[in-house]
């Protein structure tokens, strides 16, 4: 996705290296968006009797509210539908990296 949008971005408005570098960058923020999240969502289900419960009720309600939420006229080549596709797409995304993140056993 981030590929996706970094190529589409350097097609539709020009590659110069001004434009590529502020590519650059949102991609790189959007990552670092996104780990963060993940880290944090790790630590706070680790922290319930049911972490995976907890994962999975979080996730579904990101994505009810994606659904319902109001989106801001941001472009007219953007359709909403498409930011809320995109939008699910992270929502899931970071779940699964949240799944995926193993933290190292303490002693009690």
């Known amino acids: 996705m981030i590929s996706q949008r970094m190529g589409h971005n350097m097609k539709n408005q020009g590659a110069g290296p ?7 960058n949102q991609v790189g923020a959007d990552v670092a968006v996104q780990l963060m999240l993940m880290m944090l969502f790790a630590c706070v289900s680790r922290l319930a009797e049911d972490s995976d419960a907890v994962q999975t009720e979080v996730r579904d309600r990101l994505l009810e509210i994606t659904e319902a939420v109001s989106l801001p006229s941001v472009s007219d080549d953007l359709e909403p539908e498409e930011i809320r596709r995109a939008a699910r797409m992270v929502i899931s995304n970071v779940f699964v990296g949240v799944s995926a993140i193993q933290f190292p056993k303490h002693p009690v």
């Open 18 to 24: 001004a434009m590529e570098e502020t590519t650059v």
